[in-house]
Protein backbone atom coordinates (compact mmCIF):
# COMPACT_ATOMS: atom_id res chain seq x y z
CA UNK A 1 0.00 0.00 0.00
CA UNK A 2 2.98 2.26 0.38
CA UNK A 3 3.47 3.44 -3.03
CA UNK A 4 0.17 5.69 -3.39
CA UNK A 5 -0.22 8.50 -1.91
CA UNK A 6 -3.58 8.93 -1.61
CA UNK A 7 -3.88 5.32 0.53
CA UNK A 8 -1.00 6.54 2.38
CA UNK A 9 -2.78 9.74 3.70
CA UNK A 10 -5.68 7.79 4.82
CA UNK A 11 -3.45 5.32 6.11
CA UNK A 12 -1.87 7.96 8.20
CA UNK A 13 -5.37 9.63 9.50
CA UNK A 14 -6.39 6.28 10.67
CA UNK A 15 -3.48 5.94 12.59
CA UNK A 16 -3.70 9.13 13.95
CA UNK A 17 -7.42 8.48 15.26
CA UNK A 18 -8.86 10.90 12.54
CA UNK A 19 -10.93 7.73 11.52
CA UNK A 20 -14.03 9.54 9.99
CA UNK A 21 -11.42 11.89 7.72
CA UNK A 22 -9.70 8.14 7.00
CA UNK A 23 -13.03 6.47 5.84
CA UNK A 24 -13.56 9.78 3.51
CA UNK A 25 -10.26 8.92 2.07
CA UNK A 26 -10.36 5.27 1.38
CA UNK A 27 -13.78 5.94 -0.03
CA UNK A 28 -12.47 8.48 -2.01
CA UNK A 29 -9.80 5.93 -3.58
CA UNK A 30 -12.00 3.30 -3.97
CA UNK A 31 -14.42 5.11 -6.17
CA UNK A 32 -11.69 6.61 -8.24
CA UNK A 33 -9.68 3.37 -8.27
CA UNK A 34 -12.35 0.29 -7.99
CA UNK A 35 -9.88 -1.98 -9.72
CA UNK A 36 -6.53 -1.08 -8.43
CA UNK A 37 -3.91 -3.95 -6.77
CA UNK A 38 -4.57 -2.16 -3.68
CA UNK A 39 -8.18 -1.70 -3.69
CA UNK A 40 -9.02 -4.67 -0.92
CA UNK A 41 -6.92 -3.15 1.07
CA UNK A 42 -8.38 0.22 1.20
CA UNK A 43 -11.85 -1.36 1.81
CA UNK A 44 -10.57 -3.54 4.69
CA UNK A 45 -9.41 0.04 6.43
CA UNK A 46 -12.68 1.63 5.37
CA UNK A 47 -13.86 -2.04 7.71
CA UNK A 48 -11.85 -1.33 10.29
CA UNK A 49 -11.99 2.37 10.57
CA UNK A 50 -15.96 1.74 11.56
CA UNK A 51 -14.97 -1.12 13.92
CA UNK A 52 -13.03 1.24 15.96
CA UNK A 53 -15.26 3.59 16.50
CA UNK A 54 -17.48 0.45 17.54
CA UNK A 55 -20.08 1.36 14.68
CA UNK A 56 -20.18 -2.83 14.27
CA UNK A 57 -22.82 -2.64 11.93
CA UNK A 58 -21.12 -0.66 9.30
CA UNK A 59 -17.67 -2.42 9.93
CA UNK A 60 -19.87 -5.71 9.26
CA UNK A 61 -20.80 -3.91 5.92
CA UNK A 62 -17.67 -2.72 4.53
CA UNK A 63 -16.08 -5.96 5.27
CA UNK A 64 -18.59 -7.91 3.64
CA UNK A 65 -17.88 -5.25 0.69
CA UNK A 66 -14.35 -6.55 0.86
CA UNK A 67 -15.49 -10.44 0.70
CA UNK A 68 -17.59 -9.76 -2.26
CA UNK A 69 -15.60 -7.99 -4.24
CA UNK A 70 -12.46 -9.11 -3.71
CA UNK A 71 -12.53 -12.30 -3.84
CA UNK A 72 -8.76 -13.04 -4.09
CA UNK A 73 -8.12 -10.44 -1.06
CA UNK A 74 -5.54 -11.85 1.15
CA UNK A 75 -7.35 -10.17 3.75
CA UNK A 76 -10.50 -12.56 3.55
CA UNK A 77 -9.86 -14.23 6.38
CA UNK A 78 -9.30 -11.14 8.53
CA UNK A 79 -12.81 -9.56 7.08
CA UNK A 80 -14.15 -12.72 8.14
CA UNK A 81 -12.40 -12.91 11.67
CA UNK A 82 -13.88 -9.11 11.78
CA UNK A 83 -17.42 -9.48 10.83
CA UNK A 84 -17.54 -12.32 13.61
CA UNK A 85 -16.18 -10.28 16.35
CA UNK A 86 -17.87 -7.32 15.19
CA UNK A 87 -21.98 -10.04 15.61
CA UNK A 88 -20.03 -10.57 19.01
CA UNK A 89 -19.85 -7.26 19.98
CA UNK A 90 -23.07 -6.50 18.81
CA UNK A 91 -24.40 -9.54 21.12
CA UNK A 92 -25.66 -11.50 18.01
CA UNK A 93 -22.87 -14.55 19.45
CA UNK A 94 -24.92 -17.26 17.35
CA UNK A 95 -24.04 -15.56 13.94
CA UNK A 96 -20.52 -15.09 15.00
CA UNK A 97 -20.02 -18.89 15.54
CA UNK A 98 -21.57 -19.17 12.36
CA UNK A 99 -18.72 -16.85 11.17
CA UNK A 100 -15.84 -17.78 13.25
CA UNK A 101 -16.66 -21.76 11.98
CA UNK A 102 -16.63 -20.83 8.10
CA UNK A 103 -13.39 -18.75 8.87
CA UNK A 104 -11.91 -21.80 10.04
CA UNK A 105 -13.05 -24.25 7.93
CA UNK A 106 -12.08 -21.85 4.78
CA UNK A 107 -8.49 -21.12 6.31
CA UNK A 108 -7.78 -23.24 8.53
CA UNK A 109 -4.32 -22.74 9.08
CA UNK A 110 -3.85 -18.97 9.01
CA UNK A 111 -3.29 -16.60 11.67
CA UNK A 112 -6.99 -15.78 11.66
CA UNK A 113 -8.08 -19.43 12.53
CA UNK A 114 -6.27 -19.12 15.83
CA UNK A 115 -7.31 -16.34 16.55
CA UNK A 116 -11.38 -17.82 15.63
CA UNK A 117 -10.20 -20.16 17.98
CA UNK A 118 -9.10 -17.89 20.87
CA UNK A 119 -12.97 -16.31 20.48
CA UNK A 120 -14.83 -18.61 20.09
CA UNK A 121 -13.48 -20.37 23.48
CA UNK A 122 -14.76 -16.79 25.02
CA UNK A 123 -17.91 -16.72 23.66
CA UNK A 124 -18.51 -20.84 24.72
CA UNK A 125 -17.16 -19.53 28.01
CA UNK A 126 -19.90 -16.76 28.80
CA UNK A 127 -22.69 -18.90 27.38
CA UNK A 128 -25.22 -20.62 29.66
Given amino acids: MQSNPALQQSLALFQQGKYEQSIKGFSRYLQQYPNSQYADNAQFWVGEAYYVMRKFEPAITQYQKLITNYPDSQKQAHA?????????????????????????????DSSAARLADERLQRIRAKSP
Fill in 80 to 108: LLKIAYSFDELGRSDQAVKMLSQLKQQYP
